[in-house]
């Protein structure tokens, strides 16, 4: 089934609400005294309404002012302007909220659903969304999915640097779970592991990834994927070199696949403790960017379930026909069990400012997504 009758099966179960523009700005009194944000600074200009009615700008010339001017698209998402952060960068940048973000999360052909995904408010304005992939059990993603917003808490009354904090969050929650499985006093506990890939999202345009283990980020830029995260797996050189100098070793299965002392197929994650001494490790490699709203429409966070049937750039075409990040989130989901994924499926869907400003073309189904889903621990 192609992305494109898929789509349009989800929106017939659904009901469409029109979308009104992200921000209709005013010069009357009570557009300023309604917003609190943007009658000072923005009231002056006109709007490219939804409904295709156009105001122009206070010098009563004929060209139409847009969000595109002030260097937003103006499109569906329905956000105030952030005033503190556009006086700080020079710039309008909308209001990222929680309320808009889309997510998915489906069992595939597993016998139980060990992703876990999460989004919140951290402080007024840093945002956190994270997804995490559970194996051996669900303890270790379940115990990150409760508790990994309060270590990054923790380490912000330590840390200004998102990077910074992202590490010693990792580091601090893995530590943690060590103490919360052994009080069970079940050695099998012990071999639980998550994979975690957190993003937090500062004044809506400081962005900082933090990843362990094969689950991913993808800033979708221009219409183009651009990967924030590279998955922590033996194949790589300087990953299965550290497994070698704490003295484990690099298994290939039946499909080629690597494993680290033929148990678990990649090289850093949130518990795993058995692994420890063979170089498994929990610190997070982190990237810090700057949200473009002009150019970035979304941020998606996915676990193996997705990302092992679906090109980074055939999940960022795919999301780019949606109307909205919820209807994005549950075809992506669908399409990776169309595409043959046997495994849980998860994403997150964060959207910025140029969310539906690049169109793509409709994807073409590829038979050879279906023999990568075998065996993830075989």
Not at 54 to 64: A, L, N, T, Y
Not at 178 to 189: D, G, I, V
Not at 308 to 324: G, K, L, N, P
Request: aromatic share 8%; charged share 20%; with cysteine.
């Amino acid at each position: 089934m192609s992305s494109a009758v898929l789509l349009n099966l989800l929106r017939c179960g659904r009901t469409t609400i029109s979308r009104q523009t992200l921000l209709t700005l005013r010069s009357s009194p009570e557009t300023s005294t309604a917003s609190g944000q943007v009658g000072g600074v923005l009231g002056a200009v006109g709007i490219r309404r939804a409904s295709g009615s156009v105001q122009f700008s206070s010098d009563h010339s004929s060209r139409p002012v847009t969000l595109d001017t002030l260097g937003i698209w103006d499109n569906r998402i329905e956000e105030p302007v952030l005033l503190p952060s556009s006086v700080r960068y020079g710039k309008p940048i909308p209001q990222v909220s929680l309320s808009p973000v889309g997510s998915a999360s489906v069992l595939g052909l597993r016998k139980q659903n060990e992703d876990r995904l999460r989004f919140a408010r951290i402080h007024d304005n840093l945002l956190y969304f994270a997804v995490f992939d559970g194996h051996g059990g669900p303890h270790a993603a379940d115990y990150c999915y409760t508790f990994m917003d309060k270590f990054i808490r923790d380490a912000l009354e330590e840390e200004e640097d998102l990077e910074r904090v992202l590490q010693k969050a990792f580091v601090d929650a893995d530590k943690a779970l060590h103490t919360h499985l052994s009080y069970f006093n079940n050695a099998s506990f012990l071999t639980a592991g998550t994979t975690a890939t957190v993003a937090m999202l500062r004044d809506g345009v400081e962005l900082v990834v933090g990843s362990v283990g094969d689950s991913r980020a993808v800033l979708c830029r221009k219409g183009r994927a651009s990967k924030l995260t590279t998955d922590h797996t033996p194949d790589r050189k300087d990953e299965r070199q550290r497994i070698q100098r704490f003295g484990g070793f690099v298994t290939w299965n039946s499909v080629g696949q690597t494993n680290v002392n033929g148990q678990l197929a990649m090289t850093r994650s949130i518990g795993d403790f058995h692994l420890k001494s063979s170089g498994v490790i929990a610190e997070p490699e982190t990237r810090r960017l700057t949200v473009q709203h002009a150019n970035d429409a979304f941020l998606a966070l996915t676990t193996d379930g997705i990302n092992f049937q679906m090109s980074d750039q055939e999940i960022c075409d795919i999301i780019s026909q949606c109307q909205d990040p919820t209807e994005a989130a549950d075809v992506i989901a669908q399409q990776a069990l169309q595409y043959g994924s046997e495994d849980n499926a998860t994403i997150v869907i964060v959207p910025f400012g140029a969310w539906g400003k690049h169109q793509s073309s409709t994807v073409v189904y590829s038979m050879s997504r279906n023999f990568a889903s075998s065996g993830r621990w075989a």
